[in-house]
Structure formats: C-alpha cells, structure tokens
C-alpha cells in the first residue's frame, strides 16, 4: 500500500467514525437509551479497520509522508480525530446522565448529626 493510498484510507474511516458518533450524538439525544447491538457491531468493525489503516501507516517509512499534499492530509486527518474524540466524550456523557436517570441513583441525602459523626472520625 502506498503511503498515499493508506492515508486516503484512514480519512476515509475517519470520516465514518465520525458520521457514526454523530448518529450516535442524535440517538442518545431523541431516545433517551443508548442504541442497540447493531450500531455496537457497526462501531467496532469500524474501530477494527482504523487499526489496521494505522498499522499500514506505521509501515509506511518515515521520509515518505514528507511532501506538503501529504502534511495536509496528516493534518485533516488530525482534525476528524479530534472531533472523533469531543464526540465520544459528549456521547460517553449523555450515557452516564441517561444511565443514572434510569437507574434512579442519585445522590444520598444524610442528616447533620451523621455528617458530623463521618467528620469526626476523619
């Protein structure tokens, strides 16, 4: 694979992660549930061919990504990631918030006198 076919590549499936999170972002935000096995299949053969996109860039000799067409999309690529991971973070939130709503924890209320006595012992 060529250093500019395995870049094409990784875009690529940057640009479905990215998609993906994105569907994943208004999901959780309609429903209220996290989505079914289905989009959790979906989301890990993705993951699985980032990984092997990466190990064909890994292969790729250093001095061969060095032309600027090549930085540039080194740098876009970056930029999707980047949004990949804000997503993630947003999403991974949404589901502790939805979790916990569902699950009725919350936070316990104590008495005074029992905060007192675990303020003692400290």
């Known amino acids: 694979m060529t250093p500019a076919e395995a870049l094409s590549q990784h875009q690529a499936v940057c640009d479905q992660l990215h998609a993906l999170s994105l569907e994943e972002n208004s999901f959780l935000q309609q429903h209220r549930h996290a989505p079914g096995a289905e989009f959790a299949a979906r989301k890990r053969a ?64 104590l008495s005074p006198a029992t905060l007192n006595k675990i303020y003692r012992r400290s």
């Open 46 to 109: 993705l993951i699985d061919r980032l990984d092997a996109v990466l190990d064909a860039l890994r292969s790729v000799p250093k001095g061969a990504l060095g032309e600027s067409a090549h930085k540039q999309a080194l740098e876009s690529a970056q930029s999707r990631v980047l949004q990949i991971l804000q997503l993630e973070r947003e999403n991974e939130q949404l589901l502790l918030r939805v979790s916990l709503s569902r699950s009725g924890v919350g936070l316990p209320t």
